[in-house]
């Protein structure tokens, strides 16, 4: 190597350090995104897991038909499932949309009646999930 070309080579370097930083930025960045996107998909779905949990376990309960004396406990039920629909619609509710509406269907009447949780519960929850109830509830 000639002296010409070592400074040939000096010239060039900076520009060769900064667009090698900066394609290792890119990289990096990418990888956070993909990494953040799995384990928002892997919380959703062990969410929704543990959802059809207590579907199998309540069957009455997952299909919308408490008992009298379970009221509480359905209240419970409903608000286990609104978490894990949150959670679902938060991570890809185009995909899951099909699937939600079916188990918001089992808790309609409970939504569009119960005055505490259209009070109280209702607007605790994201501004997704109030739309997605409101856009499948009919009279909600």
Partial sequence: MTLADAQQWAKVAPLATTFIAF????????????NRKNQRETTAKA???E????????P????????????????WFVASFLYAA?????????EWGTNLRLHLSYHAE?????????????????PALQQFIRDNIDGF
């Fill in 110 to 126: 409970f939504l569009r009646t119960d005055k505490r949780f259209r009070e109280e519960d209702f607007p605790a929850y994201s």
């Fill in 86 to 94: 949150e959670e679902l619609l938060e991570y890809d509710g185009e």
């Fill in 23 to 34: 394609v290792g930025v890119a990289i990096a960045w990418r990888q956070f995104h993909l």
């Fill in 47 to 49: 969410t929704f897991r």
């Fill in 60 to 75: 009455k309960l997952a299909y919308g038909k408490p008992p009298d004396r379970e009221t509480e406990e359905y209240e």
């Fill in 51 to 58: 959802f059809l949990k207590l579907c199998v376990q309540h």
